[in-house]
């Protein structure tokens, strides 16, 4: 492989990027007709309309085969709005997910949305990551914060209202920061956690009360590493259902290179030239960030000179 610089390094590593974030969605949500009595049990009805069941037991969808494609079944069931939400609709065919039976299995193959992000193409990747952060969300979120009542489902399965209090409910994303840190050298700050082994990545942490997102940057790297940060701008975004965050993407410059680890969140931090982290991923001195994951492509971008 020859590095940006020019100069030979070891054999080549796949670099591929992983899935971007930024092209229109095909998945249309319907807002407008998802709180139609009669519109969304007609689609349910549709002969084309298709179903996800997510696997309550073992947090997993159905898939074909070969892990490439999402498994679909057509509704048979009456139409119960407490327990088939409609995830939208993709060339005017309506795609809805139901969980599973706790009891039961889904027969067939199946795997994580952690486990098939890379394999699934943008859309059923889409629709995986909807359905598995929506049904997650009725699981964990199904009594009124305020009274205690069972709030019921609304909107096709993107609102819940308490009957008591009247208190209205949405699907709750946690926003997180993530950021490539540069030096004045290009280098590229990479760290780990106590119980990651070797792997190694950029920085992130959730954004708190109160603060922008760059703000949570600057903090973030404060607290982690001890680094004073220039040059803050954002890079892009990825949904990551784990359990419901959305990571927001930023690169920016360290206004010194001493490190200063926490050693409570992070136990080792260093710079890497692009020489030494092909090296080191070659000889398995270090492992990589999963390649469905917004680090991955930071440290890919990096890596072919695009920060």
Request: include cysteine; charged fraction near 25%.
């Amino acid at each position: 492989m020859t590095d940006t610089a020019g100069t030979a390094g070891p054999p080549a590593y796949d670099w591929s990027a992983p899935p971007e974030w930024a092209t229109p969605s095909r998945l249309i949500r319907v807002e407008e007709h998802q709180t139609s009595n009669e519109w969304v049990p007609k689609l349910w009805q549709s002969p084309d309309a298709r179903l996800l069941i997510v696997d309550a037991t073992r947090g997993v969808v159905p898939v074909d085969e070969r892990g490439e494609r999402l498994r679909f079944v057509a509704p048979v069931e009456e139409y119960d709005s407490a327990r088939h939400y409609l995830l939208g609709t993709v060339d005017a065919v309506p795609y809805f997910v139901m969980l599973g039976d706790p009891d039961e299995s889904v027969p067939g193959p199946s795997g994580t949305v952690r486990q098939l992000t890379v394999s699934l193409d943008d859309l059923d990747r889409e629709i995986a990551i909807t359905a598995v952060a929506l049904i997650n969300w009725h699981r964990n979120e199904s009594f009124c914060g305020r009274c205690g009542t069972t709030s019921e489902v609304r909107k096709a399965g993107f609102m819940r209202v308490c009957p008591n209090c009247g208190n209205e409910y949405f699907p709750r994303t946690d926003p997180a920061v993530i950021v490539a840190i540069l030096d004045d050298e290009d280098r590229l700050l990479l760290g780990s956690q106590a119980d990651w082994g070797n792997r190694v990545s950029v920085f992130a942490g959730f954004v708190e009360a109160g603060e922008s997102a760059e703000q949570a940057v600057h903090r973030e790297i404060a607290e982690e590493v001890g680094l004073s940060l220039r040059d803050i701008r954002y890079y892009g975004s990825q949904p990551w259902p784990f359990p419901r965050s959305l990571m927001l993407g930023f690169v920016a410059r360290a206004a010194g290179t001493e490190i200063n680890i926490d050693n409570a969140e992070i136990s080792y931090a260093d710079w890497f030239t692009r020489d030494r982290l092909a090296r080191d991923m070659a000889d398995g001195t270090i492992a990589r960030p999963s390649s469905n994951s917004i680090a991955f492509r930071l440290i890919t971008a990096w890596r072919q000179g695009r920060l």
